[in-house]
């Protein structure tokens, strides 16, 4: 070969076709040389157990592929060729980097890891093998590289594999690859595929067609050239000014088969077995008037069905397909479908060099179509700069997703940035909030730690393990977040009751009454903000519960000798006046403490004669409210120990007393809604209290300035509908 062939095409043409030899260009006689010794010593195959010769002849076949149908430069056929050894360990990054050009090494790496991700493909996950291609790959020449593959592969398949590889690899061409194929706008290789996977996977019609298609030929033949004819002769006589090519071509066994299916239809009734092409040479600038004169003079000479007319160049596809195309009635009424391109549009409709390898996939993916729409200038210009061309090439195929496998293989699709606990959470709720510890490619990691494309997770999970709010942290993926937030809401409410049925336990066991004020003052001496945490900490033993059985039974002995100090003076009423008065109002209030001491009406509910008050003593002296004042429960419930029973001067002799005894179990719930259900009877005047424990038992004795007996009687059937109480007298 002249070593004036330095035209990458050309050239790779001819290393590949000889494929003893790499050409005798100096810059590639080492690269010729390491190729023939790792033939010659067997060390060319992937592992020993492969034929080297066989191994480099099919890399060869494949590269020379990509030569013709792709238009790939030596960057990548030297990642073809040298793959293999490089895997085997043949080879070292060393010497790749010394006889290749700049960028084969990265690029035979990201081949080898792509391998080796697409060996661990699902076929039953096929709803995202396109994208899970184009995700893995991350360089869109390893898209490449794998299309021409899987081609070569199945070109190869019936002579190289048994039946059940062949069905297998066809399974696999139509899932990942013909929808790849089909999205960068290489539609030669994708029905070329489409007709394989046909013949492999349903060789019954597949030999029919083909043999059908035979018996026909010539008759398609004459009829195509007498509907050509009268096109041919009228653009000779206009004369057209650009140089034409008219191809007729039949269709593929594929879409005939498909045409037969869906339309329910024998082979003999299919007209449109063969399809016209007609390419003109017209420079870009004159490419809309050129393909549309050639339109007006097909269909001034046959009728065209206007339904069928496709104006792809006004508008091109998404991957760059630009083309006119129309149905007309040729002789015999026989339908024929015309093309109507340019050359470059020719190019990119055969065989995709200038397609625009866009993406038009799912909302929410814009990132991966801008990558592969900023490849079209790139391949248009191959014949041009091919430094530069495949510098551009290596850009990475951006995503926004990543796939990691299961140890068994499973395909987990997860957003770039998804951690181990994601991972967890997307395989079963129950995984991820029991997940302990994990493994990812066989080394111990962190729960928190980043995946990355193609890494094999392995999760441990314990019963006993919870997740903390800590998790949030180290999730990005929007189940795993809810799941957790969900799961400590859970906890919480199962930890918030556990912690209620623990304390009442431990009171009843000290003999220890429950009191509101008494609980709510110690939690706050503890720093709890309110009695949900404090329940949930004890459930989850982070409470010394003997030191606050300690402090709530000494401060319950401080209320109750206030209390019995109350009652032991309520026998010494005072009376006392209020400055305000003038009409001579006094209000008697039962204890010696405050004698001398003047009151004040509480603004809040304005006691007038006759109302039933108490007595609460405040900074500036006692403050006189009403029972049905809106502070008196709250007053009641908190600071219950320090409120004096009162009363009205000269109403002592209506003032008969009465007393409702109670019997209840001892248990701080029941207790405390006994009391807090007495301080809120607003219409009976309570004047004493007295409560004893006796056993498991709890006595209570409360002493009320009688008014109305249906008052009363009411306030007796309410106690005694109180879960817990056992019995309620009352003596008049």
């Known amino acids: 070969m002249p070593t004036h062939h330095r035209d990458d095409h050309e050239l790779m043409r001819y290393l590949l076709r000889t494929a003893d030899q790499l050409g005798v260009a100096s ?15 067997g060390q060319y195959g992937a592992n020993e157990e492969e034929d080297d010769r066989e191994t480099f002849m099919e890399q060869a076949e494949m590269a020379q592929l990509l030569c013709d149908e792709i238009g790939l430069g030596v960057v990548s056929i030297s990642a073809v060729l040298l793959e293999p050894p490089y895997i085997r360990g043949a080879i070292t990054a060393q010497e790749v980097e010394a006889l290749c050009p700049p960028g084969t090494l990265p690029l035979i790496e990201r081949l080898a890891q792509t391998h080796e991700l697409y060996h661990r493909y699902d076929l039953r996950q096929a ?20 299309l021409v593959e899987c081609l070569n592969k199945l070109i190869y398949a019936k002579e190289r594999m048994d039946e059940s590889r062949r069905v297998l690899l066809a399974q696999v061409a139509q899932v990942l690859f013909v929808p790849t194929a089909h999205r960068l706008g290489l539609y030669k290789i994708k029905s070329q595929m489409e007709d394989l996977i046909f013949k492999y996977t349903d060789p019954k019609h597949y030999y029919e067609i083909k043999e059908l298609m035979g018996q026909t030929i010539v008759a398609r033949q004459a009829y195509m050239d007498a509907f050509v004819a009268p096109i041919q002769k009228r653009l000779e006589e206009l004369p057209l000014r650009w140089p034409y090519t008219i191809k007729s071509r039949s269709k593929t066994f ?25 390419i003109i040479d017209a420079p870009p600038e004159e490419e809309y008037e050129a393909c549309w004169l050639v339109y007006s003079i097909v269909t001034d000479l046959y009728t065209p069905n206007t339904k069928r007319l496709r104006d792809w160049i006004s508008q091109p596809k998404a991957n ?123 080394k111990r990691a962190k729960l928190r730690d980043k995946l990355k494309n193609g890494d094999v997770v392995n999760i441990t999970t314990a019963k006993n393990q919870r997740p903390s709010i800590d998790w949030l942290q180290s999730v990005t993926t929007r189940k795993a977040k809810n799941k957790i937030r969900q799961a400590i809401r859970d906890q919480q409410e199962s930890g918030l009751q556990a912690g209620k049925e623990l304390l009442e336990r431990r009171f009843k066991n000290r003999h220890l009454v429950y009191q509101e004020s008494i609980f709510t003052s110690l939690l706050r001496k503890m720093g709890y903000k309110g009695n949900m945490d404090f329940f949930i900490d004890l459930s989850e033993e982070r409470v010394n519960v003997p030191n606050f059985l300690d402090q709530y039974a000494a401060l319950s002995a401080e209320a109750e000798a206030r209390a019995a100090e109350s009652r032991r003076v309520a026998s010494t009423p005072t009376a006392i006046k209020s400055p305000e008065a003038s009409d001579g109002r006094e209000i008697v209030v039962s204890t010696a403490d405050f004698k001398g001491l003047e009151y004040t009406l509480a603004n809040c509910c304005n006691p007038k004669m006759g109302d039933e008050i108490f007595a609460y003593p405040s900074k500036s002296g006692l403050k006189i409210h009403t029972r049905s ?24 002799s209506s003032a008969v007393v009465a007393t409702l005894y109670v019997t209840a179990l001892h248990d701080a719930v ?38 109305e007996r249906q008052t009363l009687f009411a306030l007796q059937a309410q106690l005694q509908s109180i879960k817990g109480v056992q019995q309620v007298r009352l003596q008049q």
């Open 27 to 41: 810059y590639v006689t080492p690269y010729r040389e390491l190729l023939e010794r790792l033939i010659r010593e």
């Open 127 to 146: 709803d995202q093998g396109e994208e899970f291609l184009l995700t893995i790959a991350e360089d869109i020449r390893v898209v490449l590289i794998l």
């Open 254 to 278: 594929t879409s005939i088969m498909n045409k037969m299916r869906n339309k329910g239809v024998a082979f003999d009734e299919i007209h449109d077995l063969s399809a016209m092409r007609i």
């Open 320 to 442: 760059g397909y630009e083309s006119l195309q129309i149905t007309v009635q040729g002789p015999e009424g026989k339908s024929v479908e015309i093309q109507i391109r340019t050359t470059r549009m020719d190019r990119i409709a055969e065989s995709g060099m200038a397609a625009h390898w866009r993406y038009k996939g799912v909302s929410g993916e814009a990132s991966l179509d801008s990558q592969l729409t900023s490849m079209r200038q790139v391949i248009e210009d191959l014949a041009g700069d091919k430094e530069k061309a495949n510098a551009q090439l290596s850009l990475r195929v951006e995503s926004r997703d990543i796939f990691v496998f299961t140890p068994t293989g499973q395909m987990i699709r997860l957003p770039k940035g998804a951690t181990v606990l994601d991972f967890a959470f997307a395989i079963h709720s129950n995984v991820g909030l029991m997940a302990q510890s994990a493994q990812v490619n066989g």
């Open 629 to 652: 004042c809106p502070n008196a429960i709250d007053i009641l419930g908190r600071h219950g120990d320090r409120v004096l029973p009162a009363r009205w001067r000269g109403m002592e």
């Open 670 to 707: 029941t207790i405390g809604r006994v009391i807090s259900t007495l301080h809120q009877a607003d219409e009976c005047s309570l004047i004493n209290e007295e409560q004893q424990l006796d056993g498991g038992l709890w006595h209570g004795t409360f002493t009320f300035r009688e008014g």
